[in-house]
């Protein structure tokens, strides 16, 4: 008998669920997006704007600020995340020089802004000017002198110290996600997954502040990886405050893929690199709307940084180089033996650093961040002075690496045994032999570069912002210089030799030492990343020189093979999995021959499957059954007896639907019948009203069948970013894959612990 009387009367109450009601939609603190609902719903939502727009003036002008909202935010992303990049050089370049002393005119000056504004520089000795003053000179008014040494050493581990323990307690207290590079996690994010305040407001402001603590520490890590995290921090804020892409996780997303771009084209001065780097290395969906938004936002990015001009050489970078000398086909020979060094090193790299980071993860080690940092930064401070190319900042070491030696360079690695006679234009000064300062110069390198080999394997994953890039760079810039150097007395010496004698006469300029510098750090880069196309596109875009991209892909394609043949993973998806994180990599290639109704649950032996029926639970069956399990969500069958499967419903959605209907629908008690049908069921005249549910059942949910080769499921899940799929035989239900289920199956089949692998 039903209870018709009661249905009509409230006929429009239990259909309440037709109105979207608050939080519906959104995931729960590390859960996985569903895109294919996420995008429905845009659909449904554009769809929407397209009819209204049609019905007056005011929803058409609507519809065009909608259309317009993705690239306002682009606009706003680009303006903010240059600025912040600006701001952060700026504040860089002035903490570095802090350590070794400070401008008398004005303390804000860094040590090149105090000596242009003097006018009793000379250009001899243009680093020098009275109005800058090192710490010796200010305390004891000594500048030479083994007192003077000892105490600007002690100030430069001081300051060194202060700017560490600053910024890990920092993080510590107001924002522990802003630790580490950020990239291993962005890319998860950008996967589906939810990291709720990983891009908060609390999260930037650390982060900004902290960056600029730490590089100007002088320890081993850079700002480049860690700017992507704040670009994608600016994208979450601005992606908030349009409705359009803060109730849609998968929209965000596409906000936030365009945000890595920026922080790329900011960190390089790439703008093309950078859209090629979110393409390439962090997104997970692409669309080419998408591209395009990018492309904009690393535009404004880029533009916004040059008007800053933080550096005051009309560039975005410190290290921008030109070259006048074309490369020879003889020398691709050292361009790809630095390719293989730089697949070693990445190799080398990762295996060292992940063995570090799980000991930090499973013994007392973890326990103790603070001191960690203070330890490893004061090693470094300790180390680093003495030695010229260890104790300045790491860009400016990469700036002199790659640096031409022209006719008014001063560095040691321009120590040239000058020819008295020689009449040539400025740009094309001949080889020549090297002189006391190159040698000095040689060894010194060999020392740092074994110092910085060793020492950021132990500073990358401390609880401070730290980035790869830079430190990388260095690795490589180092060997490659040394390399030139190499080959260039090589061809001075031996220029008769049949390898030298068609390209290289005497008093020609034919080896440049900046050349393999840049190739190397091209190697070292891509083997610790695994970066190709866009790491290339970086390079070229730093250099401003198109000739030089055959020797840099050289270099990228040995170094990327080198590293490969030892371990498939680059240095963020080894993190990644560190880490635990829920992150199906599109690399990844599955040829086992399993079958679904092998890793389906339940398995055999296992307690049935919980699931809803459409129209015979109570209120209180479904909230028991809520409460004793912590599923995501659960089939809906007709019957426990058919398990003919009707659709699939959330969790997060069915307890909101039950809490809003007891607020906001009279008669809805724990016996009140649940039904996810049309037509309410026949119920007994004196029953309570039946709760209508149907608006929160998704009617599509994705299936395979039992027999589904796992290869094909994974390929699902990856294309789709499926958060579950059923697996029924002949519309019967027989089980349920989660993603989780894919990634611990992947695991076993690798000969890997699966539950090591899960995140905690």
């Not at 034919?510 to 596109?537: D, K």
């Amino acid at each position: 008998m039903v209870n018709a009387g009661a249905m009509s009367a409230s006929g429009n109450l239990m259909d309440f669920l037709d109105e979207p009601f608050p939080d519906v939609g959104t995931y729960e603190d590390f859960h996985t997006i569903d895109w294919l609902r996420e995008k429905s719903r845009d659909t449904d939502r554009h769809r929407k704007i397209t009819s209204k727009s049609k019905e007056s003036v005011w929803e058409f002008i609507k519809g065009l600020l909608d259309a317009w909202s993705g690239w306002v935010v682009m606009l706003l992303i680009g303006l903010l995340a240059g600025t912040l990049a600006g701001v952060i050089d700026l504040a860089v370049d002035w903490m570095t020089d802090l350590k070794e002393g400070v401008c008398l005119s004005a303390f804000w000056y860094s040590h090149e802004q105090c000596c242009w504004t003097s006018n009793e520089t000379t250009f001899e000795d243009r680093d020098k000017c009275p109005l800058w003053q090192k710490w010796s000179e200010l305390l004891v008014n000594q500048s030479e002198g083994a007192s003077a040494y000892i105490l600007n050493y002690l100030m430069y581990i001081l300051w060194a110290l202060l700017f560490a323990f600053l910024a890990v307690s920092l993080v510590r207290v107001f924002a522990p996600y802003a630790c580490g590079s950020g990239i291993p996690e962005i890319k998860t994010i950008l996967s589906g997954f939810i990291i709720r305040g990983y891009l908060g407001k609390w999260t930037l402001l650390i982060k900004t502040v902290t960056l600029v603590l730490v590089v100007s520490s002088g320890l081993s890590l850079g700002k480049e990886g860690p700017l992507v995290h704040v670009a994608c921090c600016c994208g979450n804020f601005f992606s908030s405050l349009f409705s359009k892409y803060s109730k849609n996780e998968g929209k965000r997303r596409e906000v936030l893929s365009a945000a890595a771009a920026a922080g790329v084209s900011v960190a390089f001065g790439a703008p093309i690199g950078g859209v090629l780097f979110s393409l390439e290395e962090v997104s997970y969906y692409f669309p080419l709307k998408t591209l395009w938004r990018s492309f904009f936002a690393a535009l404004v990015a880029a533009f916004t940084l040059r008007s800053i001009n933080p550096f005051g050489n009309s560039r975005l970078v410190l290290f921008y180089v030109e070259y006048h000398t074309p490369w020879y086909m003889a020398e691709l020979f050292p361009f790809i033996l630095l390719g293989v060094f730089g697949g070693l090193w990445g190799t080398l790299f990762i295996r060292c650093n992940i063995a570090w980071c799980r000991r930090r993860k499973t013994t007392k080690l973890g326990k103790y961040p603070v001191l960690e940092v203070i330890v490893v930064t004061a090693i470094t401070a300790i180390i680093a002075y003495p030695n010229p190319y260890t104790r300045r900042s790491t860009s400016e070491l990469i700036s002199e690496l790659f640096n031409d030696c022209g006719a008014l360079e001063s560095s040691q690695l321009c120590d040239y045994i000058n020819d008295p006679n020689m009449t040539r234009p400025v740009d094309d000064i001949p080889d020549r032999p090297a002189g006391f300062g190159v040698y000095t110069a040689m060894w010194q390198l060999a020392l740092a570069l074994i110092f910085k080999i060793v020492i950021t394997i132990f500073t990358f994953g401390m609880k401070i912002p730290s980035g790869l890039f830079i430190p990388s760079m260095a690795v490589g810039a180092m060997a490659g210089r040394m390399v030139g150097i190499g080959v260039e007395q090589l061809a001075y010496h031996h220029h008769d030799w049949i390898i030298f004698r068609n390209w290289c006469r005497p008093g020609a300029d034919c080896v440049t030492p900046g050349l393999y510098a840049m190739v190397g750090a091209a190697a070292c880069l891509g083997g610790v990343t695994r970066m190709t196309v866009s790491l290339v596109v970086i390079m070229f875009e730093l250099t401003g020189g198109l000739e030089y991209i055959v020797p840099l892909m050289a270099a990228a394609v040995t170094s990327k093979w080198v590293a490969d043949a030892f371990g498939k993973e680059g240095i963020y998806e080894a993190h990644i999995h560190l880490n635990g994180y829920p992150f199906l990599d599109v690399k990844d290639e599955f040829t086992h021959r399993t079958l679904a109704t092998d890793v389906m649950r339940p398995r055999r032996g296992e307690p049935p499957l919980s699931v809803l029926t459409q129209d015979s639970m109570t209120v209180e069956d479904v909230e028991t059954l809520i409460k004793e399990t912590d599923y995501n969500g659960f089939p809906v069958v007709v019957s426990r007896d058919s398990e003919r499967l009707i659709g699939f419903a959330q969790r997060r959605e069915l307890i909101l639907a039950i809490k809003n209907a007891r607020q906001r629908q009279e008669g809805i008690v724990s016996n009140s019948i649940m039904y996810f049908t049309e037509e309410p069921p026949e119920l007994p005249a004196n029953s309570p009203h039946p709760l209508k549910l149907r608006r929160v059942l998704n009617l599509s949910p994705f299936t395979v069948t039992d027999h589904t080769p796992m290869e094909t499921v994974v390929d699902i899940f990856r294309k789709l970013g499926l958060r579950q799929c059923l697996v029924t035989r002949s519309g019967r239900l027989l089980g349920i894959i989660t993603k989780k289920d894919v990634l611990r199956h992947m695991a076993q089949m690798a000969n890997q612990d699966p539950e090591s692998i899960m995140f905690n």
